[in-house]
């Protein structure tokens, strides 16, 4: 009721509240019993189908009038937003509402505003009709969506090259809706027709440039900084998944499928994922058992990633696991009782249609413990900064314990070199001693040596004068 009343009065305010409310209600999977107790549930979801449905031509015709005389794009997406949630919970109780579903999600998939929304609840018609393509309804739902292949052509030709985030995930969103309609049989001799030509083949571009830049493919940065958003890296591996599917059915993709196999930056965008959130690794684990691709590269550049997505401590890990689980907060017992006899009252006066009569009050109360719950959730996110804070300078720790070690390895390679040096002079200490002792010990024989010569030139001067006089005396004596 207050879905509808938000909705005709373009409140988009109250109805996000309101959608926000309800995704995070339904998303406990405790209370999804809760819409299929509901005797009202699949003929207020038809009205509001049809509620909604009685808006578009008006707002699709006259763009200026949504703020006036229909609702706004806000309301459609968020409404679209609430649509999917309830398939995602409970799509058999909707399956005889596909065909109107999709012609509904259809008349928004070229609104840049609600076109991702649009996109991914016809994805979700289009699994669910590839398991049972039997079915009427689904049958009518896919043959609704053959007419608007060219549709969707243009659409891709369009965001081949997204220059927005919303654009890159609006074509994330096309490339897995191409992919699940191909898994449909009755449909996918019209896909492979409708994707012949370059239009896929543009997506992949940016692959081939020197880097993943803005002006090829908006990038986001997570708390390490350097690592591509989760959208982008959905994108390129709904792309690659949808290449492997069409090769499987047309070898005319074989060579493509080929090339972006080997492609180093696939290698990059897989080994990102695989260190990514659950769904993209799964995805990443599907591509990763083709046969063409090689594992060993994929494990190769995650190791060189490894630094920017290594854990942290065991207790960081500990501290960051509770916020990453927030769902709602701990209430009391008498909190918790108080709450469950406020639902049960709730739902005895819907089951009895005397919806009318909730109070006001209760349900603000109900949007009160709403607006405690995203307080929680805000501290759990300050809390992960705290933790991703700690994350980056345990990071910046480790780079200096590096660092460190490699001047202790250093220090003790010169602490090693220098006692050598220092023994060497040592011996070449003694040495000297050892020279100089000879040398001392040659200067006394040296001296020794010298005053016998002296002493041996003053005989043989003496010897000499002896001489003369000798030989004068013989001359004499001659004479």
Same mark, same amino acid.
């Given at each position: 009721?207050?879905?509808?009343?938000?909705?005709?009065?373009?409140?988009?305010?109250?109805?996000?509240?309101?959608?926000?409310?309800?995704?995070?209600?339904?998303?406990?999977?405790?209370?999804?019993?809760?819409?299929?107790?509901?005797?009202?549930?699949?003929?207020?979801?038809?009205?509001?189908?049809?509620?909604?449905?009685?808006?578009?031509?008006?707002?699709?015709?006259?763009?200026?009038?949504?703020?006036?005389?229909?609702? *706004?794009?806000?309301?459609?997406?968020?409404?679209?937003?609430?649509?999917?949630?309830?398939?995602?919970?409970?799509?058999?109780?909707?399956?005889?509402?596909?065909?109107?579903?999709?012609?509904?999600?259809?008349?928004?998939?070229?609104?840049?505003?609600?076109?991702?929304?649009?996109?991914?609840?016809?994805?979700?018609?289009?699994?669910? $009709?590839?398991?049972?393509?039997?079915?009427?309804?689904?049958?009518?739902?896919?043959?609704?969506?053959?007419?608007?292949?060219?549709?969707?052509?243009?659409?891709?030709?369009?965001?081949?090259?997204?220059? *927005?985030?919303? !654009?890159?995930?609006?074509?994330?969103?096309?490339?897995?809706?191409?992919? $699940?309609?191909?898994?449909?049989?009755?449909?996918?001799?019209?896909?492979?027709?409708?994707?012949?030509?370059?239009?896929?083949?543009?997506?992949?571009?940016?692959?081939?440039?020197? *880097?993943?830049?803005?002006?090829?493919?908006?990038?986001?940065?997570?708390?390490?900084?350097?690592?591509?958003? &989760?959208?982008? %890296?959905?994108?390129?591996?709904?792309?690659?998944?949808?290449?492997?599917?069409?090769?499987?059915?047309?070898?005319?993709?074989?060579?493509?499928?080929?090339?972006?196999?080997?492609?180093?930056?696939?290698?990059?965008?897989?080994?990102? $994922?695989?260190?990514?959130?659950?769904?993209?690794?799964?995805? $990443?684990?599907?591509?990763?058992?083709?046969?063409?691709?090689?594992?060993?590269?994929?494990? !190769?550049?995650?190791?060189?990633?490894?630094?920017?997505?290594?854990?942290?401590?065991?207790?960081?890990?500990?501290?960051?696991?509770?916020?990453?689980?927030?769902?709602?907060?701990?209430?009391?017992?008498?909190?918790?009782?108080?709450?469950?006899?406020?639902?049960?009252?709730?739902?005895?006066?819907?089951?009895?249609?005397?919806?009318?009569?909730?109070?006001?009050?209760?349900?603000?109360?109900?949007?009160?413990?709403?607006?405690?719950?995203?307080?929680?959730?805000?501290?759990?996110?300050?809390? !992960?900064?705290?933790?991703?804070?700690?994350?980056? %300078?345990?990071?910046?720790?480790?780079?200096?314990?590096?660092?460190?070690?490699?001047?202790?390895?250093?220090?003790?390679?010169? &602490?090693?070199?220098?006692?050598?040096?220092?023994?060497?002079?040592?011996?070449?200490?003694?040495?000297?001693?050892?020279?100089?002792?000879? %040398?001392?010990?040659?200067?006394?024989?040296?001296?020794?040596?010298?005053?016998?010569?002296?002493?041996?030139?003053?005989?043989?001067?003496?010897?000499?004068?002896?001489?003369?006089?000798?030989?004068?005396?013989?001359?004499?004596?001659?004479?």
């Amino acid at each position: 009721m207050y879905v509808f009343e938000a909705f005709k009065n373009n409140d988009s305010i109250l109805l996000r509240q309101i959608v926000g409310f309800f995704v995070d209600a339904v998303a406990q999977s405790k209370n999804t019993h809760i819409l299929r107790e509901y005797k009202q549930y699949k003929p207020q979801v038809e009205a509001l189908l049809d509620l909604v449905d009685n808006n578009i031509s008006h707002s699709s015709e006259d763009p200026e009038s949504c703020s006036r005389d229909t609702n *706004s794009p806000e309301c459609i997406s968020l409404l679209l937003e609430f649509i999917h949630s309830l398939m995602r919970h409970d799509i058999e109780s909707l399956t005889h509402l596909h065909p109107k579903i999709s012609r509904l999600a259809i008349n928004w998939v070229n609104s840049d505003w609600v076109s991702f929304q649009a996109l991914i609840i016809l994805t979700k018609i289009v699994e669910k $009709a590839a398991e049972e393509e039997n079915d009427t309804y689904n049958c009518e739902a896919l043959q609704t969506l053959v007419v608007s292949l060219p549709a969707f052509s243009l659409l891709l030709q369009s965001n081949a090259l997204p220059s *927005s985030m919303e !654009s890159c995930r609006r074509l994330g969103a096309l490339l897995r809706l191409f992919r $699940a309609l191909l898994q449909a049989g009755s449909v996918r001799v019209n896909v492979l027709q409708l994707l012949k030509g370059n239009a896929l083949e543009k997506v992949f571009v940016p692959l081939q440039s020197d *880097s993943l830049g803005l002006e090829c493919l908006p990038t986001l940065r997570c708390e390490n900084g350097d690592v591509s958003s &989760t959208d982008a %890296v959905y994108t390129y591996l709904y792309g690659l998944a949808l290449v492997n599917e069409l090769a499987q059915h047309d070898a005319s993709w074989l060579g493509m499928q080929s090339t972006l196999m080997e492609n180093r930056k696939i290698h990059m965008i897989i080994a990102q $994922a695989l260190y990514g959130a659950t769904s993209v690794k799964n995805l $990443a684990l599907e591509i990763c058992r083709h046969p063409s691709l090689s594992v060993k590269k994929v494990a !190769s550049t995650m190791s060189l990633l490894q630094p920017m997505f290594e854990d942290v401590t065991e207790t960081s890990t500990k501290r960051q696991q509770p916020f990453q689980e927030v769902g709602f907060t701990t209430l009391s017992s008498a909190q918790m009782e108080k709450f469950d006899d406020m639902l049960h009252q709730m739902k005895r006066l819907i089951e009895e249609n005397n919806a009318g009569d909730i109070v006001t009050s209760k349900v603000m109360e109900l949007f009160e413990y709403k607006l405690v719950t995203l307080a929680f959730a805000e501290k759990a996110a300050l809390s !992960s900064v705290e933790v991703a804070t700690e994350r980056m %300078v345990a990071g910046q720790i480790k780079v200096l314990e590096g660092q460190l070690k490699g001047k202790e390895k250093a220090l003790a390679e010169c &602490t090693e070199q220098l006692t050598e040096r220092d023994r060497q002079v040592k011996d070449l200490s003694e040495t000297v001693a050892k020279l100089k002792e000879q %040398v001392a010990k040659k200067e006394q024989v040296i001296n020794k040596l010298v005053e016998s010569g002296n002493k041996s030139e003053k005989n043989l001067q003496k010897t000499e004068e002896l001489l003369k006089k000798a030989n004068a005396d013989i001359k004499n004596l001659n004479s």
